[in-house]
């Protein structure tokens, strides 16, 4: 790899992950974060900003090099891929020099004709027809290195849906389990949390917008160290959408399916959270011209993080929510944190994002394994 220079950051704020410190001197050298280091190539004067690790996005949906670069700019300097209908091309950009650093489920894994396969270009072969199906499937993931399992969990109830069984479910996390894999379950009713939650996946992903969540599934999901990921930017962008197309006020109307409320997912975020529940950031950031909301890569991560805010996190909660916490969920140990050693993957944001989180998004720099770009 090309040397990324060395680089000191003096008299700067630090939230290291965890906590707010300085104003100190950060060093950079190799594309790692150093103890300090002796005749660096670059000196910026950090008066007056905040030194953060490199945001992480925990759910998103990335076609090409230029998406990676567009994260890069908006400071956000790990994605994650949460299913896409092209893995083989898809695979090849992670871990690129220089752009954001990229992981991926590949295949999501979901039901014979569900609605990706209908609806939004997945091929019907990878759909799972069974328990031994289920089986096929999480090996086919392994053979291509995927980083993790993604799993559709629909709700049965829903009119046009095709939803893979329970114990279709089951056995895929038993699979993915024994392979090493974690599980996110994409997961928007309280049904089929529940759903998700009796199968003992890893993580959820989404707040439900469709009806509260059930009670006692809260304490359930802290209980058994489910993390969640309740993407606010794109629950709040589905209300928005499709709360107004005229089927969905139609069925809501006539009690057919809850009227759909972004309060549902802000609400049970804070319930989540009062359980004593993991969350991260993500915000499902996609630019699929089929999808119902497209949160914009990048920007959105900054959107998600004053959601968070406003649900009930404190803004150093939000802020662990797309650095350090992501980084131990997804067993990422070398990044997340500023610290020597780490990859040096940094933000630098004018004013102290630890009182104000809109801080985050008036960036004065960003550095990918120590190279800046921006
Ligand atoms: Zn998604």
Known sequence: MQDAGSTTITNVRVFDGHQLTGPRTVSVENGLIRDEITAPEQVVDGSGATLLPGLIDTHVHVETLEDLETYGRWGVTTVLDMASPNPESLLKLRHCDRVTDLYSAGYPAVAPKSTQTR????????????????????????????????????????????????????????????????????????????????????????????????????????AKGIVVSPTLTMMRGLTSTLGRRPLFRALGAVKLMPKLEYASARNSTAAYLAAGVTIIAGTDANQDPTAPFSPPAGKSLHDELGLLVEAGLTPVQALRAATVTAAEVFALPDRGTIEPGRRADLLLVDGDPTRDITATARIKGVWIKGHRIR
């Open 119 to 222: 609806k939004m270009g997945y091929p019907e072969s990878m759909a799972i027809a069974d328990v031994a199906d289920a089986d096929r499937f999480i090996d086919d993931q392994a053979r291509d290195a995927v980083d993790y399992i993604k799993i559709i969990i629909e709700d049965p109830k829903q009119p046009g849906t095709n939803a893979l069984p329970p114990d279709v479910i089951a056995a895929l996390v038993e699979r993915a389990h024994a392979r090493g894999l974690k599980v996110i379950a994409h997961a928007l009713t309280p049904v089929s949390i529940r759903t998700a939650v009796t199968a003992g996946v890893d993580i959820l992903t989404h707040a439900p917008i469709a009806g509260a969540l059930d009670p006692g599934v809260a304490s359930e999901v802290a």
